[in-house]
């Protein structure tokens, strides 16, 4: 990052050096699409203009105005629709009524309709934490005002003066967001895979901030398991970025040891996945050096957290997702799994590091920890036992750490009930071990029913939460909900993501952008740096597929197409630096 050094004089002989942050985003103007709503409509003349692109400046012409006109009983207000989620605030430009004093309005951000329609009353989960959606704001005679920093779709404006007359030339949004090609790509003969895809990588899109957050309008933080899925979508869509690396250095430099990250003890053990998978894809070998003093003494902290049988016993916040919190033989199995991949991604990073003696320990007690996990038979779901909140996450977990058989995971717990007690961050890892199991064509199937359900409710970006049980008589969130509708979003979510509290773009849900090319494309890294990687496509029951894929090198170039036999004939350019296999 590159810091610009202001001096500043004060007096004679004397000054003052402050060192000033460059903000590495830029800003786009986007007009509303459409009205959704008008409350006192009489009162509101020309509010089409306000759908017209405008140039964000005040004129003296003072035509193709939308006008609001207030009475002591009537208070125009009308709701705008963006099109698509947003990070950033509103600029609003105005007229010249016969009043020169200030306007007051109120303004409300919403990712839903219903968001941006309701009230903060305490029991709807509205609220102004991290981002204010909901406040009063004044506006100028003939002039320009932004106001607003939140992630939103509609906003709602209302006139509050009594015989008032407010002149609106233009309301635009103010997307902030990082300008950067979208290098990875994806495409199939399955249009609603194609976008979900996309909505994936937009999710993630609007999280890189000056930090990597997980939440446009809610946990606007850098939270580290939160991290992992959505460094893969920033790896597989476009490659190297330093918002990665910023944010896994803040966490670091704010968690001196023995805290865990976040005050989670897995939150420190995906810290540390995070690293191994980043150094994979983009190879860089100095910023691995950077970590060696905290990953080693981390790795160290962690060993002293297994027994001497080989159970982990971490302390702190025992926590995978909200899911499966109430679910604590869950926990305790994805705990050790989390546990034992730790130790393998220690004792190759290690290695790389030159602390050879370090990860022989790892590998010693990864051994262990494996030993005891196949002697323990971690509670599992039989073929007689419902299948609970949290137990997709525990088997999928359990299947990856090499722990129960992926294919009997799979059977007897994954692939049960297709979609039902997939969550959205811990189903990227269903999604991996459904696919360690053979069952890509589930997998697919999954992603469209899951997914593909969000997009079908009129969602741009990917939520923290989904339940399919949500949606029977659910309403679209781009819509008024009718009367004898549920409000998918008012009236659903739990823990941290009651109600309106709920984010409706969330970055952990982003699994199937990264599953997608890693899978049915079929790139996988095999080499630091992607210097080697292999290419397996697994179409399912697509036709073909085609994409391309970032590494340190360019991108690769692929295309996979189903032939009359069913065999996949593959064309694929690569980088002359990397070795492409295809076994």
């Not at 309005?105 to 305490?122: K, N, T, Y």
């Not at 002149?167 to 950067?180: G, N, Y």
């Not at 970025?241 to 803040?250: I, W």
Request: charged share 20%.
């Amino acid at each position: 990052m590159r810091k610009k050094l202001i001096i500043l004089f004060i007096g004679i002989g004397s000054f003052t050096l402050f060192a000033q942050q460059r903000d590495h985003r830029t800003r786009e103007y986007i007009a509303p699409v459409r009205i959704v709503w008008q409350q006192d409509s009489s009162r509101i003349t020309g509010a089409n203009h306000l759908l017209v692109p405008g140039n964000g400046q005040s004129d003296l012409a003072n035509n193709r105005l939308c006008v609001l006109k207030s009475t002591p009983t009537e208070h125009p207000a009308l709701l705008l629709d963006f099109g698509k989620e947003l990070q950033g605030g509103l600029q609003l430009v105005t007229g010249m009524p016969p009043s020169h004093d200030p306007v007051f309005v109120r303004v409300r951000f919403g990712e839903s309709v219903s968001e941006a329609m309701c009230e903060i009353d305490g029991a709807n989960g509205a609220s102004n934490d991290h981002a204010m959606r909901d406040f009063v704001v004044s506006l100028p005679w003939l002039g320009v005002q932004e106001i607003g920093n939140s992630g939103f779709r509609f906003v709602r404006i209302d006139v509050l003066g009594d015989s008032t007359e407010l002149q609106l030339k233009e309301v635009r949004a103010i997307s902030t967001f990082r300008d950067i090609p979208y290098l990875g790509s994806f495409r199939c003969n399955d249009e609603r895979l194609n976008r979900i895809w996309k909505t994936g990588a937009y999710t993630v899109h609007l999280n890189m901030q000056e930090y990597l957050w997980d939440g446009v309008k809610r946990d606007r933080l850098v939270w580290v398991g939160d991290l992992h899925p959505e460094v893969m979508t920033v790896s597989t869509v476009f490659g190297y970025n330093e918002v990665v690396s910023k944010s896994l250095d803040l966490i670091r430099d704010i968690t001196p040891l023995p805290s865990w990250m976040n005050g989670i003890s897995s939150y420190s053990i995906w810290w540390l996945l995070i690293q191994r998978d980043w150094y994979y894809y983009q190879g860089n070998l100095a910023y691995l050096q950077e970590q060696r003093s905290y990953m080693t003494a981390l790795l160290r902290h962690l060993i002293s957290k297994v027994d001497p049988s080989g159970q982990e016993r971490l302390d702190g916040n025992r926590f995978l997702d909200w899911p499966s919190s109430e679910n604590t033989p869950a926990i305790d199995a994805g705990l050790q799994s989390l546990m034992i991949q730790a130790m393998r991604a220690g004792e190759e990073l290690c290695t790389v590091l030159g602390e050879d003696a370090l990860a022989s320990e790892c590998r010693a007690v990864a051994s262990k920890a494996i030993e005891f996990s196949l002697r323990k038979k971690f509670r599992f779901p039989s073929e007689k036992d419902r299948i609970t909140p949290g137990d997709k996450q525990a088997a999928a977990l359990m299947a990856l750490a090499g722990i129960m058989d992926a294919k009997e995971a799979n059977e007897r717990c994954l692939a049960v009930d297709g979609a039902k007690g997939f969550s959205t961050f811990y189903g990227y890892y269903m999604l991996r071990a459904m696919a360690l199991a053979g069952n890509y064509q589930g997998a697919l199937d999954v992603i469209r029913t899951y997914w593909g359900a969000m997009l079908d409710v009129g969602a741009t970006t990917f939520w923290e939460d989904f339940n399919m049980e949500w949606l029977p008589d659910a309403g679209r969130i781009d819509e008024l909900v009718p009367a004898g509708k549920k409000d998918i979003h008012g009236d659903y979510g739990a823990y941290c993501y009651q109600g309106f509290r709920h984010s409706l773009c969330h970055g952990w849900a982003s699994g199937p952008t990264s599953w997608l090319s890693e899978y049915v494309l079929g790139v996988q890294v095999v080499e630091p740096g992607c210097r080697t990687v292999r290419i397996i496509p697994h179409l399912g029951d697509l036709e073909w597929v085609e994409g391309t894929f970032p590494t340190p090198y360019g991108v690769i170039e692929i295309r996979h197409e189903k032939g009359a036999d069913g065999k996949v004939i593959s064309h694929i350019n690569a980088p002359e630096e990397i070795r492409v296999c295809m076994d």
